[in-house]
């Protein structure tokens, strides 16, 4: 069980919390969700065109979006939240302009709050976003996998689980490759962790990377 079902579903309710929190009637769910899905991409989007080279990562560790009736309140949490706020409030208020702007929403009030994330490497979507960036710079998948759980050692987590699958180092045989360090215990619910599934592109081809980081019981 523990590998045929996503780590995050299967602790719903226990060590983890929806990342969308709404009501919806059943004919207007639908709707509900590719709202969230556009916040979520307008984001990544405005993120990716206003990041600085030097940064290398988006660092979004996560978008939490809370509705209600007259309120959309999203908060956005990223390691590096320098990302976004090197404008001031200016870059903020331009993002929430781009998505109000997206979602034609006259009758709710967008609200975007940026948290900081203390230790963003022990996060796995930014930890897949580095790999992704080191592959698609030709490095090593290998080299890559081994300075992600060096990074990760430094968040202080208990156990990392790296899984790479595709055609590694533009190889024709399609193959998957995994590397754990320390402890990862799928099928424990009161096991705290956090996994993530990124996809990058290479000159090869499509990559998949999976990563499961375990933070505590």
Same mark, same amino acid.
């Given at each position: ?83 976004? =706020? %090197? /404008? ?5 208020? $331009?993002?929430? +302009?781009?998505?109000?702007?997206? &979602? ?63 055609? =590694? %180092? /533009? ?5 998957? $490759?995994?590397? +754990?360090?320390?402890?990862?215990? &799928? ?31």
């Amino acid at each position: 069980m523990g590998q045929k079902i996503n780590p995050l579903g299967f602790r719903l309710g226990t060590t983890q919390s929806h990342h969308s929190v709404w009501f919806a009637h059943p004919k207007n769910y639908s709707l509900g969700l590719q709202e969230d899905q556009k916040i979520r991409h307008c984001i990544k989007n405005y993120i990716q065109k206003n990041m600085r080279i030097s940064y290398g990562v988006e660092g979004i560790a996560r978008i939490e979006i809370r509705k209600r009736i007259d309120l959309i309140q999203v908060i956005i949490y990223m390691g590096f939240p320098k990302l976004l =706020l %090197d /404008g001031g409030i200016r870059r903020v208020e $331009e993002l929430q +302009r781009n998505i109000q702007k997206e &979602l034609n929403c006259l009758n709710q009030k967008l609200n975007i709050t940026v948290t900081r994330i203390p230790s963003p490497y022990g996060q796995p979507n930014i930890l897949g976003e580095f790999i992704a960036i080191q592959l698609k710079n030709r490095v090593s998948f290998r080299k890559a996998m081994k300075k992600a759980i060096e990074l990760t050692e430094q968040a202080d987590t208990k156990g990392i689980q790296v899984q790479i699958a595709g055609r =590694l %180092d /533009g190889k024709e045989i399609a193959r998957v $490759e995994w590397i +754990r360090e320390g402890r990862v215990p &799928l099928q424990t619910i009161r096991a705290k962790i956090y996994y993530c599934f990124y996809t990058v592109r290479t000159i090869y081809g499509v990559l998949g990377i999976k990563i499961w980081i375990f933070l505590e019981d």
